[in-house]
């Protein structure tokens, strides 16, 4: 009787294999989402600077809309270090980028969580400042400028003290045998995140339902009354009694706020209709990881397209806006034109004392003929 081998094929434990759909989600992700990131870095940029250099800006409801591009700017720029250097990672198969990816992850996806909560509660607050002046007409924005700093200050400290705890509920795990590999580092959710009373108390019901499902409902309700109102004959007619000015600058503050809450809406109501997937029936959810896979990059990605298009929306509806950048850039080219010219002059002016010096030179030395009768 011949004795056969059977022989089983030796299982690294350091093997490592790419995650699923790694190229489709590094053109989406690494792609297009790190270009769009970019172009929202420098439109926000420009835009928190313009909005929050003047008094008067700032003592108006334009606080809000600075103080959101503020929150863009930390959500734009953390966006291509957690999610565009994870997939280029795993698409060169780098084990020094990832290392790297894990060193600064935890800090920076909480404070990127936090600013997005903020900027949510910001919206919240500029929508409800706009509600009340949109149903009582006749009450004016000043009566606002006192609470404004306060309400604005409320919804950045309510994205920190809801947000703060997710650097408590990751944990990296490195493994010494796996030095050197893609998989030297692990991530995993920390006791405090497993823990079924953090999981059910803080995480659902303070957090996801504050954060998530209140503004998200609040700012779809706020924008559908608000647009209700602006279409009454009342409304019409008390715009018409007040001043031009006023009624244009009413209407454009108006159109702005319905435009930014919409793309807010737009850019959210993915990740509500996930959220709330998870928490009923998470399992079904896992059945399909292809789309889970992509509805988080999706998510993530149409918050940073929510960002890039605060700046269009701006030059679109608000007409004070328009003219400051406007202005801004005439003065900056002007400027630059100026310094150019007496920078030119200045050299044009050196080259004609180096030409005077050096043809005085020529006239008070002898001719060299002159020297040669001289010396004779």
Known sequence: MESSTVII?????????????LTERFILVTGIGTTIALISIVENAFLCFLLLRRYSFRSSPLLYLGLLAGCDIFISLSYIPLMSLNLLADMAESPLLLNAWFNYMTP?????????????????????????????????????????????????LLGILTKFSMAFELEITTSEECKGTMLEKTLAVSELG?????????????????TVYIPFFI??????????????????????????????????????????????LMSNILNVVVTIWEYIDIKSLEEHPGFYLFSVDIVSLLTVVACSLRLPIYLTCQSQLRR????????????????????STMITNTKMDKEDDSSSSDLLSPSPLLNNKINH
Not at 138 to 144: L, N, P
Not at 194 to 210: E, L, P, Q
């Open 9 to 21: 094929p030796s299982i690294d434990p350091c093997e490592y294999s790419s995650p699923e759909y």
């Open 108 to 156: 920076m996806i909480t404070i990127s969580h936090i600013a997005m909560t903020a900027q949510s509660f910001l919206i919240v607050a500029a929508t409800f400042e706009r509600y009340q002046l949109t149903v009582c007409p006749r009450m004016s924005s000043s009566s606002f400028n006192r609470r404004r700093p306060f309400m604005a200050m409320g919804a950045l």
């Open 194 to 210: 497993k823990h079924n009373v953090y999981n059910s108390i803080w995480k659902f019901f303070a957090r996801t339902i504050i």
């Open 219 to 264: 700012l779809a309700f706020f924008n559908a009354r608000i647009v209700c109102v602006i279409q009454k004959a009342d409304y019409i007619e008390h715009l018409e009694e007040t001043g031009k000015k006023r009624k244009n600058r009413v209407k454009e503050a108006t159109r702005t706020l319905v435009f930014i809450v919409c793309v807010y």
């Open 324 to 343: 400051e950048i406007i202005t801004f850039f005439t003065h900056f080219i002007k400027s630059r034109q100026e310094k150019y010219m007496e920078h």
